[in-house]
């Protein structure tokens, strides 16, 4: 997959299929678009192109940080899966903000990077205050010689699938929910730190988590069942998001994750958690021991679970 940030650095070529959008979560529907824009570039042997923004445009506008749920980096190597030929990132300013539908059409993409097709959402809207929309790109398709496919809304079990969904079964901790969407578990990576080593001497030894990004989503407060990947190494444990009530007060707020029957030292090393099912409630417990009680219970019920996804897997692949 090629990358580029400016004008310059694009080849201009006719004959390429383009979509436009900030794809944060390349989520189902999002899937669906680049998905479309690949088969559309194959059958005329163009050229995939995927034109993308950084920062989200949200965060501009509003002047408001937006909790995303994808880096960059992650939008990046999730596009270069899905086979994209050109990843075109363009920094989203005020001022560009300011141009008109045309202006950005006709700069970026008529003269830019050439266009033949272009495929949006049902919803996609574009331009200054974002008046350009479907039915406009259709105008100028006809104006400037290239087709307009309209993808339809995706549902799962009758939802909607969208960014502001996802984020808001991530924060309500709905991470199976958000997994349906998604189309892969929701996922968090960091850097290994050293904690109090309290989880040592209760006998469920946790790796605490610096985040590598301050700005993605970090689902509601509670213990999860996890997917633990480090860095090729993939195993299962309990996460917990929030406070330890039970031995602070300071409401510093922390990622940790036990890794199921793993002793290892990860100090250092970078692990991504994939959430896959809530628990429970973050609970202040009135003694360690009723703690401690409790967590048996959390891993009675991770392995029950990974049991049920295993056999889940068996089937699917029968």
Known sequence: MRRASRLSDVEY??????TVGSFDGVHLAHREVIEEVGRRARARNGRSVVLTFEPHPKE?????PVHLLTTLEERRALCEELGV??????????????QTSREFLVRYIIQGTGVSEVVEGYDHHFGRDREGSIEELVRLGKEFEFSVVAMKPV???EEIVSSSRIRQHLLEGRVDRAERLLGRP???SGTVVPGDGRGRSLGYPTANIRLSSSRKVVPQDGIY?????LGGDVRFGMASIGVRPTFTTDGQRIVEVNILDFESDLYGRVITIQFLNRLRDQMKFDSVELLVEQMHRDKTESLRLLKARSSELKRTTL
Request: glycine fraction near 2%; charged fraction near 20%; avoid cysteine.
């Open 13 to 18: 070529q006719k004959n390429s299929v383009v």
């Open 60 to 64: 501009v506008l509003s002047g408001t």
């Open 85 to 98: 030929d050109l990843f075109f990132l363009v920094e989203f300013t005020y001022e560009f903000s300011r």
């Open 155 to 157: 549902y799962i079990e």
């Open 186 to 188: 929701y996922a968090l």
């Open 225 to 229: 069942f996890a997917r633990v990947d």
